[in-house]
Each structure stands twice: as C-alpha cells, then as structure tokens.
C-alpha cells in the first residue's frame, strides 16, 4: 500500500558524485521524518542522514560536508547529494520514511529496496 522507490545508484570513480532518489507512493496521508541509510558489504545497517518534514537535518560523522540530504514534500521525494566519494562509501543505500498511511492511527517505517553505490577506480 506503500512503496518508496530509490533511483540513482551506479559505479562512480572516488572523487565523484551521486544523486540518489526515493519516491514515495500509495496511501499516504503524511510522511514525517525521511532518511538515508546503507549497508556496506559484510557490515551492518548504519545511519546516513535523517531529514524532517521541516527543521534541520542530521548526518553521520563520516558523511558530514560530502552529502547533503534533501527533500521535495509535493513530490513525496527524498534526495541524497553524494559529493567527494570515497571506496568506503561503497554500499547498498536504502531510503527510508515515517508514514502515516490512510486510514492508520499510528506511523510505520517503510523502506525502498536499495541501490547499489560502488566507487572505486
């Protein structure tokens, strides 16, 4: 009833730059809080960038002054600007966002299906 879809993963060289998308659609009455978080290859799920609908946004030490996180709410969108990559950065990335679906009481976590961003040389 809800999907986010992410767009914008690839093979970038270190030094480059990426724009990610993830679109949200289906019964949405409200989405609040969206964000971005990867998984590298044999580690753990970690925290990228959060954005609310309005007010600041937070970022991972590791990230901060080379992604900027951003969000288009008539769109339903949520953006990552990805600058100054580095082959640490290589991950699968996953959208994320607190929805309150129609018809619900509560707000769920829903999350896109992940994009492959690779940079190396």
């Known amino acids: 009833q809800v999907h986010l879809v992410e767009s914008g993963g690839g093979l970038v060289q270190p030094g480059g730059s990426l724009r990610l998308s993830c679109a949200a659609s289906g019964s949405i009455a409200r989405i609040n809080v969206m964000g971005w978080y990867r998984q590298p290859p044999g580690n753990s799920r970690e925290l990228v960038a959060l954005i609310p609908t309005t007010g600041s946004t937070n970022y991972a030490d590791s990230v901060k002054g080379r992604f900027t996180i951003s969000r288009d709410n008539a769109k339903n969108t949520v953006y990552l600007q990805m600058d100054s990559l580095k082959p640490e950065d290589t991950a699968v990335y996953y959208c994320?966002?607190?929805?309150?679906?129609?018809?619900?009481?509560?707000?769920?976590?829903?999350w896109g299906q992940g994009t492959q961003v690779t940079v190396s040389s």
């Open positions: 994320n966002a607190n929805v309150l679906p129609i018809g619900s009481n509560y707000d769920y976590a829903y």
